[in-house]
């Protein structure tokens, strides 16, 4: 701390906090699952929607969304090996120290769906972030009406979480729906994109709380779908995606238009975005 | 606090006692034909006579290359911060207006201590503007002079310097100064006739609107020509962030030691202007289009930046950009009368 601000109690807002890795698992060729517990024994104090900033010692930090509802132990991250952090967390395991600063950023409006139906649409690595949702209302059953997740995915071998999709499938307070872009010897089941769900969600879409988190082109598509079907703007959220270097709102990476992803996102009210272009 | 007078030769007597008393020191000093701060090792290579510095004295509040961290592989973060005191000599209003801009964007919401570590351990000494640059335009940003942020407060009154001191850490620097005397009535008015003459005269491009008016005007020029006319020629160097006394966006990178055992994680510039800087992992662009990051710049500030520091527009019109810039486009008075003009 430095001599002026340690008078103040201030904290350095770029410090991590030591964390270790319970458990690794690839869940496909590309994506790592891991868990992860703070080394103070604090809960990481998350709600789902919000993300942490990773460090890896000598190579660097990167933003993830957190993967698990904040009712399980420890928490849960899923990494895409695209670049150099990633790259290295791949290369980690049970054990292996890294640093984690957040939570940052807005959540998923938990209390204001209560008793609502929810209806997940998910694309591809999608499923990552909503899966803290998910399951947070899996682990309150009670306090939400109907759920249902759609899925969709490149092809067969990208598919995540199979078994927990399985076991969410298997309930019947929760109606799963998958498909797949590109049809696969092994698949029987709906091919097609995400989008050629929709038609089949048996609820009102009007009035349900609709959560939607996938790559770039998937959101054009599917809000394009919602507002032909005339559901209201204020009902649907988004999940976005941007750079991000500090978290807190100073370093100007994940800026769209005005707004700064990492502090009144990465969840966002679509109504919100209406009238900044460069959201989606 | 108070309104003194020094005269040129006692003022300069006073910064020769300043650095043989082993303070840290930045003066503004001549570099050929230009100027720039610097670390001042003799009151004669002082130049207050100045018109602009190559780079505005952010640098000293968020240095080109920052270490925020250290770290042991594999063991713990530690924060890094200087607690080296530091004396600016020589700020120009428009630059103290966009350090007290910057003072409220570091604190405000998230604190960062990085930041207002070296700003607290920072001694001010602005000066009026003695020369004006060619390209400033601070009398049409209502940054031409200064009141505020400052410790102290310099102006050239011809036969020495009207000197007010605005807090404790200014009124120490003074304190004892040879042949320091209560400014009289006419050094006051002298001054006030400085910073007249500098709210005309320091407006070598004229805003055609109140700086007021520009984040209205821009709700309705999203779509404007001007984007793309401009950009066309843009080469994305980012010459006008780095100049930028306002731009404060920042890269964080991680460096290891060759065997691996320490390193240190810390934060450079970053432009907006700048091909990359909203790509992410994937290699996905979020703003792929030249004109979508010229128009950003703008946006920034006169819009984004302002919405966050009560209004204030985050352009001080110290002209660098315009200067910096080789295809001669980033004025942004021309960018604010065209759009004035056509949006009427």
């Known amino acids: ?280 | 606090m108070g309104i003194s007078k020094l005269s040129k030769t006692d003022f300069k007597k006073f910064v020769d006692g300043l650095l043989s008393s082993g303070k840290m020191v930045m003066g503004v000093q001549a570099q050929g034909e230009r100027f720039v701060f610097d670390v001042l090792k003799s009151a004669d290579d002082l130049r207050l006579d100045y018109d602009v510095t190559i780079l505005p004295p952010k640098k000293f509040l968020l240095p080109q290359v920052e270490t925020l961290l250290t770290y042991t592989i594999p063991a713990e973060y530690k924060s890094q911060y200087d607690n080296g005191q530091m004396i600016l000599l020589g700020v120009h209003p428009y630059d103290m207006v966009a350090i007290n801009q910057l003072d409220i964007l570091f604190s405000q919401d998230e604190y960062d201590t990085h930041y207002m570590c070296r700003r607290r351990n920072m001694t001010i000494v602005a000066c009026d503007v003695a020369k004006p640059s060619k390209n400033v335009f601070a009398a049409s940003m209502g940054t031409a002079t200064v009141h505020e942020g400052y410790d102290v407060l310099l102006t050239d009154i011809g036969d020495g310097y009207v000197i007010e001191t605005a807090t404790d850490k200014g009124e120490s620097l003074f304190k004892g100064a040879a042949g320091l005397a209560k400014a009289s009535s006419g050094d006051e008015a002298a001054r006030k006739a400085v910073w007249d003459k500098n709210k005309v005269e320091l407006n070598k491009h004229p805003l055609k609107c109140k700086p007021s008016d520009i984040p209205a005007l821009l709700e309705k020029a999203y779509t404007h020509p001007v984007w793309e006319e401009k950009a066309r020629t843009c080469f994305s160097c980012g010459s006008c962030n780095t100049t930028c006394p306002t731009c404060y966006c920042f890269d964080v990178q991680d460096d290891v030691s060759w065997d691996r055992t320490t390193g240190k994680r810390y934060r450079t510039w970053d432009g907006c202007l700048l091909e990359n800087f909203a790509t992410v992992a994937g290699n996905h662009n979020f703003r792929k289009a030249r004109a979508d990051r010229f128009r950003h710049r703008l946006y920034r500030k006169g819009k984004y930046v302002p919405s966050k520091i009560g209004g204030q527009i985050a352009c001080v019109g110290c002209g660098r950009c315009i200067g910096a810039c080789i295809p001669d486009i980033a004025n942004p008075v021309a960018i604010y009368n065209r759009l004035a003009e056509d949006l009427k």
């Not at chain 1, 900033?53 to 957190?66: F, H, K």
Request: proline content about 6%; charged content about 20%.
């Open chain 1, 1 to 280: 701390m430095c001599d002026c601000c340690s008078v103040e109690k201030k904290k350095d807002i770029y410090l991590p906090e030591p964390a270790t890795i319970n458990e690794c698992q690839m869940l496909n060729g590309t994506e790592m699952y891991m868990h992860i517990g703070l080394d103070s024994g604090n809960p990481l104090g998350h709600m789902p929607g919000q993300f942490v900033e990773v460090s890896v010692v000598g190579i660097g930090e990167a933003p993830l969304t957190v993967s698990s509802s904040p009712t399980q132990e420890g928490f849960e991250i899923v990494v895409r090996k695209v670049g150099r952090v990633s790259g290295a967390l791949h290369a980690m395991k049970p054990g292996d120290k890294l640093g984690i600063r957040g939570p940052f950023g807005s959540m998923y409006p938990i209390d204001e769906m209560k008793g609502r139906n929810l209806v997940f649409i998910c694309g591809g690595i999608g499923l990552v972030p909503q899966r803290a949702f998910i399951n947070y209302v899996l682990d309150n059953r009670s306090d939400y009406g109907e759920v249902v997740i759609l899925q969709g995915t490149k092809c067969y071998t990208d598919r995540l979480f199979c078994d927990e999709i399985g076991e969410w499938s298997a309930r019947d307070d929760v109606t799963v729906l998958e498909t797949i872009d590109l049809p696969h010897e092994q698949w029987s089941g709906n091919v097609g994109v995400v989008t050629t769900l929709i038609p089949k969600i048996n609820l009102d879409l009007k009035t349900a709380g609709i959560l939607v988190c996938g790559p770039p082109i998937m959101y054009k598509f599917v809000l394009m779908s919602l507002m032909e079907l005339e559901v209201p703007m204020q009902n649907v959220f988004l999940n976005l995606e941007r750079r991000m270097k500090c978290g807190v709102g100073k370093c100007g990476h994940c800026q769209i238009n005005g707004l700064y992803v990492c502090q009144s996102g990465p969840v966002y009210r679509y109504s919100e975005l209406a009238g900044v272009p460069e959201a989606i």
